[in-house]
Nanobody
């Protein structure tokens, strides 16, 4: 089992920045990738970004590429999401996820992630 706890979500103005954190514990050795997904009001949950836990390869959705950066600190078992140039359409509950992914095309597939955090609310509004 892997436990995930997100933090860092808050209200921020358009154009602002925010960093989310996801602390993980438990059987970390059982997973090889972690990612961030988000769910806006009235919409389905969607892929944001993912990173391989060992090699640090990253994958981004087109909607956040160039604005968001995913990173991880293996020593602290913590995943981060640096979000810059935030837009109102980035408003959502952001979820941290961990799983086993072998193919690049699968990093955005929610079914490949076995463990999920409770989510943290990010609101972008003036």
């Amino acid at each position: 089992q892997v436990q995930l706890v997100e933090s860092g979500g808050e209200l921020v103005q358009p154009g602002g920045s925010l960093r989310l954190s996801c602390a993980s514990s438990g059987s970390i050795f059982s997973i090889n990738a972690m990612g961030w997904f988000r769910q806006a009001p009235g919409k389905e949950r969607e892929f944001v970004t993912a990173i391989t836990w060992s090699g640090g390869r990253t994958h981004y959705s087109d909607s956040v590429k160039g604005r968001f950066t995913i990173s991880r600190d293996n020593a602290k078992n913590t995943l981060y999401l640096q979000m810059n140039s935030l837009k109102p359409e980035d408003t959502a509950v952001y979820y941290c996820a961990a799983g086993t992914v072998y193919y690049a095309s699968d990093y955005s597939a929610q079914s490949k992630y076995d463990y999920w955090g409770q989510g943290t609310q990010v609101t972008v509004s003036s």
